[in-house]
């Protein structure tokens, strides 16, 4: 019943920036969580950011200081805003909706979107 499409993704230097996008539609609760996860193969999948709907947010400490999450409610729309990429970043990142802080069977994810780090 929720649709979430990530976009933004690509090849970067190290040392570079990306802006990843994340549209939800379809029937959206107002009080909802949206994140982004990622991982790289062989790895876990890891919480990287999250935004609440009331604006509070929460970082991994790996992405602190370099990474900025952010929503506009109008657009239902998540953004990461990447900077000081590393190629420890490089990873599929997915788009997260659901009601807690803690990703859940019942939360609706994106496709994912490549983003790769070169050195």
């Known amino acids: 019943q929720v649709q979430l499409v990530e976009s933004g993704g690509g090849l970067v230097q190290a040392g570079g920036s990306l802006r990843l996008s994340c549209a939800a539609s379809?029937?959206?609760?107002?009080?909802?969580?949206m994140g982004w996860y990622r991982q790289a193969p062989g790895k876990q999948r890891e919480a990287v950011a999250q935004v609440h709907h009331g604006g509070f947010t929460a970082y991994a400490d790996s992405v602190k200081g370099r990474f900025t999450i952010s929503r506009d409610n109008a657009k239902n729309t998540a953004y990461l805003q990447m900077s000081s990429l590393k190629p420890e970043d490089t990873a599929i990142y997915y788009c997260?909706?659901?009601?807690?802080?803690?990703?859940?069977?019942?939360?609706?994810w994106g496709q994912g979107t490549q983003v790769t780090v070169s050195s």
């Open positions: 997260r909706l659901g009601r807690m802080w803690t990703a859940r069977d019942a939360d609706y």
């Open positions: 379809g029937s959206i609760f107002s009080d909802n969580i």
